[in-house]
RNA sequence: GCGCUCUUAGCUCAGCUGGAUAGAGCAUCGGUUUUCUAAACCGAGGGUCGGUGGUUCGAGUCCACCAGAGCGCACCA
């Protein structure tokens, strides 16, 4: 819990405690009362509405409401230097040092655990993200929601959650097909010096593939490649592994890592997808029909076709959903139905999908029929990650399939690293396009938030290293002074909001929270630290090499906290830059 | 035409599920190194929170309408 919430309680426990004497009225729902974060501008360390929230049933100012609770309070809380009402009928609070020495013990007594939300109970999350054709290695454009699948699942962790990280393979359709044959003319052009024929626009012209086609040829010396009918089966399986080699490799280069991945051809093999549709035809939720034209559409072009459909509509869709193409094989709704079916069947309590920007359209759908399949509206939340803008040399730089003219994970790991680019994609809102300028992101100063925060961990570093400590290690130190200045104080109370921080990220699923805050406190930090330059006594270590503990345990605490941050961020805190 | 997301300082964006005088960075201008890492710090200017209404003690935040940007809208995946 955090300093916030422990006084929401006492604050709830005080009004409760009126309301059954009778001076009291309260209202049926208590949720719009809140301890927050005063604006800086004033001298006081936590703020509560709850005068102005209890005003309108009590007819009474909200004013007066606060002045008689201010006495209360201050007369039960001993910790407390001065409570003032404030204009609007806010009620300020501000501690005596002894109540953020008690705040240091106690973190620095269970560390690892400060900031794990522990209102949340344990829960089975499955998170299923980047999901990219296997046809080929990731571009830049699956970059930010694998980065921000990998983040929600790292921060589901860090409050002790059990959670699983899938990969949905769509190894299976038209695409995989036209995959398989441009594997298969490239290994011609190999073969038997045929030219490969470029003019097909259904093939996939980029380079990779020779590079597979080489790789297979190599592996499978038995294959012959004269007729496509022949080995495609074969064939199929052997460049979907061989895509999937390279997403791994690039996955891992944007260090993550999937717990599983599940095969769209083995749910349709398995005819899960038949078991999933009796199971709707049961609740009466898929009929034999036709989709009607949007309003808009030429009718010229529109195809009128009856065929085997899901009722979105009742969910709220604005149509219905065709789960069998004409020549009755699946789509690829159904199959997605099946293995959505296949993760409610292993028992998990959330399933998270990201999604990028092009998908939003599908949510809708998808979260219906996990609807209809589990009887909760809540079981299934969809994240859209927005586009991500390109920026090289000033401009934007569109990336072209057909081209070829695209850039991979690859070129962006090489040229701005791992750590760079998760830091970046995450220090925005996900519902937000981003711009990715390749110049700021390499930058090395402070224009770069990464090497912000982890030059205040360096920091920190250093003054354990000059002592020598290791920053690392953790700290035995049983006896603490408790003498903390202002200034410290004033870093402290952002220590204090880290719970807070980890608790609206998780709650919403906005690891950008995390990064944000960093800086944030990176920022109080580095500021603290330059007015060791006209004040001796802010310096860590003073004239004679010694630290006191008081500065060690408060190094401690910080260092700790931005080490936690980035670890769900994903990248390294080095101890040195 | 419909749906989803967005619109906050010159630029890029935060704003903690309705709170107080709306905050950062970049850019601009001016300052800070015999001392723990200057990849840092301090100061200055910069705003009709896209627009109009509404809800209430109180709106950048919620609702309606309008304008603009992006994405999507059949058996593709």
Redesign the pocket.
Known sequence: MNIFDIYLDKILILIKKLSNEGTLVLPENLN?I?V???????DCDI?T?VA??L??INKKA?IDIAKTLVDLIKSADDEIETISV?????I?IKFKSVYWNNFIKSINQNHIDFGVNTKEKKRKYLVEFVSA?PTGPLHVGHCRGAILGDVISNLLIFNKHDVSKEYYV?D?????INFTKSVYYRAREIVYNEKFPIENSELYPGDYLIEIAKNIIATNKKLKFDKFEDISKKLTLLSVAESLKLIKSNLSNLGITHDKFTS?TEIIFNKEVEKVIEKLKEKNLVYQGK?K?????NDE?????E?LLFKATDFGD??D??LQ???K?W???ASDVAYHNNKLNRGHDVLINILG????????RITSVVEALSGDKNKLICK?S??V?LIKEGKPFKMSKRKGDYITVEDLISEVGKDATRFIML???S?????FDFAKVKE????NPL??VQ?CF??I???Y??VGLDINKDLDITKFDFKYSIDEIKILKKVA?WP??I??AS??L?P??IP?YL?EL??EF??Y??????D?N????NDKKIISNDKLVFLKIISNVIRAGMNIVGVAT????
């Open positions: 719009g809140n927050d974060i005063p604006p800086s501008n004033f703020s509405n102005m929230v005003s309108k909200p404030v204009k609007p009928g806010f300020n054709n769509n299976y359709g038209n695409q995989i769209e989709i034209a949007p309003k808009s559409e072009n529109w195809i009128e076709r065929q604005d149509k959903r065709a193409k004409s020549d094989s789509t690829y709704f920007a092009d998908h939003a359209g599908y949510i809708k859209v927005q586009l803008k220090n925005r809102s519902d937000v396009e981003l711009d090395k100063s402070k224009d090497y912000y030059y360096a920091r570093s250093s003054v290293r000059h909001e807070k921080c608790e609206a709650l919403r906005e950008h929270r944000v800086y990176s920022s580095h500021s630290w330059n007015m060791g330059k006209d001796s802010k310096r860590f270590i080095p101890e040195k830059m």
